[in-house]
């Protein structure tokens, strides 16, 4: 004779399963309803109707939610040579007109409040690390090497001056 407590535990599951078994089925085939109802999804390589496009995923022409790529869309296409998309086609916001990141040192003087862009981050060669021009009287003109350099030929000038002064 069956525990009370083991076919009440039985009925509960039971219960359970019936509850859930339409669930399972239900998200299972929920493409296959969306296909059987609007002719198709995003993403099986074939332009239904409502798509711009399908590629069966992002393409050179083609988001992978089956709008044409586009510049400012807010969708990142990477393979239509977007690096970055903020929703818009303005510069200066670091993101530009082309989709390309804005920042000091990328060698282009963005609307970033950059004076200058000379594709570094570096100090003294006339355009500093935060992308503002440098006067040149910051700019070291020669470094240690320079000077010792220059003061060795201004001696050799110098020695053979002298002795061509004192063979004369
Ligand atoms: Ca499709
Ligand atoms: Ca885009
Ligand atoms: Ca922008
Ligand atoms: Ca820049």
Do not use: Y
């Not at 074939?46 to 586009?70: K, N, Y």
Request: aromatic share 4%; proline share 4%; net charge negative.
């Amino acid at each position: 004779m069956p525990r009370p407590e083991s076919s009440v535990l039985k009925n509960l599951c039971l219960a359970i399963a019936c509850l859930l078994l339409p669930l399972v089925f239900t998200a299972a085939n929920t493409s296959s309803h969306v296909a059987a109802v609007f002719g198709g999804v995003c993403g099986d390589g074939v332009i239904d109707a409502g798509e711009q496009c399908d590629d069966a995923g992002e393409s050179a022409t083609c988001d992978d939610d089956c709008t044409f790529a586009v510049c400012g869309d807010s969708t990142l296409n990477v393979s239509s040579g977007e690096l970055c998309d903020d929703g818009n086609t303005t510069g200066g916001d670091g993101c530009s007109a082309a989709c390309t990141p804005e920042f000091c040192g990328n060698g282009v003087v963005d609307g970033l409040g950059e004076q200058c862009d000379d594709g570094n981050n570096t100090n003294g060669d006339g355009c500093d690390a935060t992308c503002q021009l440098e006067s040149m009287a910051s700019v070291p003109a020669l470094s240690p090497w320079g000077i010792g350099l220059v003061g060795i030929l201004l001696a050799m000038t110098g020695a053979f001056l002298a002795r061509r002064q004192a063979g004369a």
